[in-house]
């Protein structure tokens, strides 16, 4: 009986979705980045902290985030990798 491998499928289809949703996170930084100039260029004004504070905040979190995933996607096609070539 011939077996299909789905390795080579399923390790294309994790690297895309680690791309595809780093540009999403990119493009979220440089949202929170455009908040925190704006908040930066209008000091004068008395709410200013709040734009600058929500920029990092969402940075932080975006960052925290991607590189969970990115780091749990990849792992666990390394080792589902490890333990299929097992014969």
């Known amino acids: ?3 299909e491998d789905r390795l080579p499928f399923k390790t294309v289809f994790a690297w895309c979705f680690v791309i595809l ?3 999403i996170a990119a493009y979220i ?3 929170s980045l455009i908040s925190v100039w704006v908040g930066l260029t209008h000091l004068y004004r008395a709410g ?8 990092i905040v969402l ?7 991607y590189f969970r995933l990115a780091r749990t996607i990849l792992r666990h096609r390394k080792e589902e990798g490890i333990i ?3 014969p």
């Open 48 to 55: 200013s902290w709040v734009p600058i504070l929500a920029g």
């Open 59 to 65: 940075l932080i979190l975006v960052s925290w985030l």
């Open 1 to 3: 009986m011939i077996q």
């Open 21 to 23: 949703s780093g540009l």
């Open 84 to 86: 299929n070539s097992i």
């Open 29 to 31: 930084a440089f949202l």
